[in-house]
């Protein structure tokens, strides 16, 4: 714990240090650690980048980056589509959420740009946030296992709670984790915070995280580790090994398990749920995408959720108008509930929501629905300059960070939340803005 707070205390003055030279610097870094915290808290941060950007706005600093116009533009979009939107209300509401879009940017271009040490320091003291929150959520839940003797504490949102959610820390504390990991000249603590962050992933149970992390693992080993080849193979297959032995661990083995005999199994019988409310089946991928109707007692697993998600998304397409416009940001809740009762889906109860009430989970899907065509082409040109830079600047940790996105955004309409929107949006313009990081460049 000594040598803890040594580093805290050392990293504390250097981030002084250096805010003295940048005072925006700072307030980035807060930005990033507030996303965790409630709504109110990152609302605030997110308004005071946006104040500072102003106070410190010189014409001479001002930045014409293509890549910072791109989420303004989204922005523009979805508030275009109050034009159109059928449900003009929700719409109206969607827009202060995704505000980040327009004001994170903004700072961006108005501010004096970050060098590449300043830019490597935010990801440094938002990497040692990151752990600090993991330590935090670790002995919560031990001290919870204590209390009732229940082990699930220690996985999924049960560990971080649903509504900060276990899949979005899971993309945190990954990047956190491949900033350790790529830092020259490791100490113990390094080292504590490569394994604390790295049990912290699987702890989470993101099945997709897990898969991208465990790539993005052995591509950094395979093709980033200056090690000789064949201390590089010994090392790959000591990985290899190490994260096929834990897909076997309690909670984790469970929920590869499901998706596995969903794949594999039409209607098998859910024993988790359908412990208290009589025989629940889990619907499998072929029926989630050709069953005609179901019943309230058919549960849908991730994957096959997606799909069934997939499915009503191209009957809304051939049935509406929506190929260029979309429905409308955040209007798309009315026809999935259409949907949902037509095909005669769980409405939920006292104690669990209906599946009418979930999005799309796909971030592309779910932007294509309610911005069109236009909303999703400048998805994926943000996505793929991303890359682009990337791949250009050899920077590991913006390549995880590109990936994951990437990946996520499969599986969760990640800017339809709002810690989604300001974490993605604040990292795309950290990575993209200003002077690019020189390839060789020592991590700090």
């Known amino acids: 714990m000594a040598n803890i707070y040594d580093y805290l205390k050392n990293a504390s003055h250097e981030l002084r240090q250096e805010n003295s030279r940048h005072p925006s610097l700072i307030f980035v870094v807060i930005a ?36 910072l116009f791109l989420p303004i533009a989204l922005y523009g979009l979805m508030l275009v589509s109050l034009l159109w939107s059928v449900d003009i209300s929700s719409s109206a509401k969607a827009l202060s959420k995704e505000l980040p879009l327009l004001l994170i940017p903004l700072f961006f271009l108005l501010i004096r740009p970050f060098s590449d040490r300043q830019k490597q320091l935010i990801i440094k003291y938002y990497s040692y946030g990151i752990l600090l ?12 296992f204590i209390a009732t003797g229940d082990s699930s504490v220690f996985f999924y949102h049960e560990l971080v709670t649903k509504d900060v959610n276990a899949i979005h820390v899971s993309v945190y504390v990954a990047v956190a ?28 149970s993101s099945k997709n995280i897990i898969v991208v992390f465990a790539g993005l693992l052995i591509i950094h080993q395979v093709f980033f580790t200056k090690t000789a080849r064949r201390m590089r193979l010994r090392n790959l297959a000591v990985l290899i090994i190490a994260l096929f032995s834990l897909t076997f661990v309690g909670k ?29 089946y889990n619907v499998s991928i072929k029926q989630a995408w050709t069953q005609e109707r179901f019943s309230p007692n058919d549960y849908f697993p991730g994957t096959a959720f997606r799909v069934y998600q997939f499915r009503i998304f191209t009957e809304m397409l051939a049935e509406d108008n929506i190929f260029f416009s979309g429905y409308g940001i955040n209007a798309s809740y009315p026809k999935i ?43 994926l040109l943000m996505l793929l300059l991303n890359v682009k830079i990337a791949i250009k ?17 499969l599986t969760e309409s990640f800017l339809w939340r709002q810690r989604g929107v300001v974490f993605f949006t604040l990292m795309y313009c950290l990575f993209n803005s200003g002077v690019m990081r020189a390839p060789n460049q020592q991590k700090i």
């Not at 209906?354 to 932007?367: D, R």
């Open 177 to 204: 984790f491949f900033y350790f990991l790529t830092r020259t000249g490791k100490k113990a603590f390094h080292y504590f915070a490569l394994l604390l962050l790295f049990g912290l992933v699987f702890l989470l």
């Open 32 to 67: 990033l650690l507030s996303i965790p915290m409630s709504y109110a808290v990152n609302s605030i941060a997110v308004a005071a980048l946006t104040l500072i950007s102003i106070i410190n706005f010189r014409k001479e600093n001002f930045q014409r980056d293509f890549q």
């Open 393 to 409: 600047t050899k920077d590991f940790v913006h390549i995880s960070f590109a990936v994951l996105m990437i990946s996520l955004f």
């Open 133 to 144: 929150y993991g330590i935090f959520y670790l002995v919560k839940a031990a001290i919870r």
């Open 337 to 379: 509930e259409e949907k949902t009762i037509s095909y005669n889906l769980f409405l939920g109860n006292g104690e669990n929501e209906g599946y009418q009430t979930k999005n799309f989970h796909n971030q592309y899907i779910q932007i294509f629905a309610e911005l069109g065509i236009f909303g999703f082409l400048l998805l």
């Open 252 to 280: 984790i083995k469970d929920r590869f398990k499901q998706e596995y005999e969903t794949m594999m199994t039409d209607s098998s019988v859910n024993d988790v749920i359908g412990k208290g409310s009589g025989t629940v």
